[in-house]
């Protein structure tokens, strides 16, 4: 059994990482803690193979407590869950442990598929009869299978309507995005609304003159 160690300082997201953890077999969590320090304590009384760790924590940056963790060394494996996009952090994180980053917020189906990818990659033991052995060992913990997207949906028109939205702090609607970037109005208010199902967008109602009010769509920034 995999023990895993929950760090994240919003209560209810803890508690719903330790659920998604709990309901993957072979993965069980030996502790939740809500800060660096409560993460250093748990792991003095607790050996853990796996820290599902948040970035932003209260009393420190989650780098900064794996630094320390190696500098003490714990050698668990990480897998980082944030917000955060900086790839230089990403390039720090990879050079301290962490094996795999979940960006937030992100479906129990996601996770699911991190930790069995870990836990494959945590399996594969014995001398590699070669190269491709190798290769597969390492692809099963770096190359996850894209999230699938809602049927008519592809990842490249996501990808543009993410930019413009992302570009657009005072919001935007449906019929501005798709003229901006070439589709119709109702291709856009469906790749929108997919945003706001998976929690990186909003919407609300703007009220004219005359009419129906138009909907405008706004990019969620997270702080964790």
């Given at each position: 059994?995999?023990?895993?160690?929950?760090?994240?300082?919003?209560?209810?997201?803890?508690?719903?990482?330790?659920?998604?953890?709990?309901?993957?077999?072979?993965?069980?969590?030996a502790a939740v803690a809500h800060s660096r320090a409560q993460a250093v304590r748990a792991l003095e009384r607790t050996p853990?193979?796996?820290?599902?760790?948040?970035?932003?924590?209260?009393?420190?940056?989650?780098?900064?407590?794996?630094?320390?963790?190696?500098?003490?060394?714990?050698?668990?494996?990480?897998?980082?869950?944030?917000?955060?996009?900086?790839?230089?952090?990403?390039?720090?994180?990879?050079?301290?442990?962490?094996?795999?980053y979940v960006l937030k917020p992100f479906t129990f189906a996601t996770l699911r598929d991190r930790l069995v990818r870990y836990?494959?990659?945590r399996a594969a033991a014995g001398e590699a009869s070669g190269q491709d052995e190798v290769d597969r060992a390492l692809g099963?913990?770096?190359?996850?299978?894209?999230?699938?997207?809602?049927?008519?949906?592809?990842?490249?028109?996501?990808?543009?309507?993410?930019?413009?939205?992302?570009?657009?702090?005072?919001?935007?609607?449906?019929?501005?995005?798709?003229?901006?970037?070439?589709?119709?109005?109702?291709?856009?208010?469906?790749?929108?609304?997919?945003?706001?199902?998976?929690?990186?967008?909003?919407?609300?109602?703007?009220?004219?003159?005359?009419?129906?009010?138009?909907?405008?769509?706004?990019?969620?920034?997270?702080?964790?």
């Amino acid at each position: 059994m995999i023990q895993v160690l929950v760090v994240e300082d919003d209560p209810v997201a803890a508690d719903a990482h330790r659920l998604y953890v709990g309901r993957v077999p072979g993965f069980t969590v030996a502790a939740v803690a809500h800060s660096r320090a409560q993460a250093v304590r748990a792991l003095e009384r607790t050996p853990v193979d796996l820290l599902l760790l948040d970035l932003y924590l209260p009393d420190g940056h989650g780098l900064q407590l794996l630094r320390s963790l190696r500098a003490a060394g714990h050698s668990a494996d990480v897998i980082a869950v944030t917000s955060a996009r900086d790839l230089a952090v990403v390039r720090e994180g990879v050079s301290l442990g962490v094996v795999q980053y979940v960006l937030k917020p992100f479906t129990f189906a996601t996770l699911r598929d991190r930790l069995v990818r870990y836990a494959e990659f945590r399996a594969a033991a014995g001398e590699a009869s070669g190269q491709d052995e190798v290769d597969r060992a390492l692809g099963a913990l770096r190359a996850p299978q894209p999230a699938q997207l809602p049927k008519g949906l592809s990842s490249p028109t996501l990808e543009a309507v993410t930019r413009a939205l992302r570009a657009a702090p005072d919001g935007v609607t449906a019929s501005a995005a798709g003229e901006e970037l070439g589709i119709s109005r109702i291709t856009a208010r469906r790749y929108l609304e997919h945003l706001v199902t998976v929690g990186r967008a909003v919407r609300s109602p703007q009220y004219g003159q005359i009419g129906r009010p138009e909907l405008y769509y706004r990019w969620v920034t997270q702080n964790h």
